[in-house]
């Protein structure tokens, strides 16, 4: 690392527990490199996913990850650090590989909210794990 540049954190949030504890880790890890951290929350096309009953059950619309960025940024004390949060459009495997370019490290929750619940690894972790760009640390809870 440099001087001129400081220690870069990436993480990715979209408001699972997992999601959370990584944004927390991410923000002491930064604190002690005296570094700066950029949360990333994704949104896609269709903005939202129905049941068979035509009832909604996600919000994936950019108001969504506004929303669920905003609710995590809440609930992680971040003072001393520079945190700037991104909202990006995109699959979150690309979005957070697009955004690790540069970055020092990668943190993310080792599941999201959506698939199989008993898995070690999300798809989502998996692909950062073997494509990303710089060191991954992925955060179970």
Do not use: K
């Amino acid at each position: 690392m440099d001087n001129e540049r400081s220690f870069l954190v990436v993480v990715g949030v979209d408001g699972s527990p997992e999601s959370i504890a990584a944004l927390r880790w991410a923000v002491d890890e930064a604190r002690l490199r005296h570094g700066r951290v950029r949360p990333i929350t994704s949104w896609s096309y269709p903005p939202r996913t129905a049941d068979v009953e035509g009832e909604y059950i996600d919000d994936r619309s950019e108001r969504g990850a506004e929303r669920i960025q905003a609710v995590a940024l809440d609930a992680v004390p971040f003072e001393g650090v520079d945190v700037t949060g991104h909202i990006v459009q995109g699959p979150p495997a690309s979005v957070l590989l697009d955004a690790a370019n540069g970055a020092d490290l990668l943190v993310v929750g080792s599941r999201g909210l959506g698939g199989f619940s008993g898995l070690l690894l999300g798809s989502v972790s998996n692909q950062l794990v073997h494509h990303a760009p710089c060191p991954v640390l992925v955060i179970r809870s």
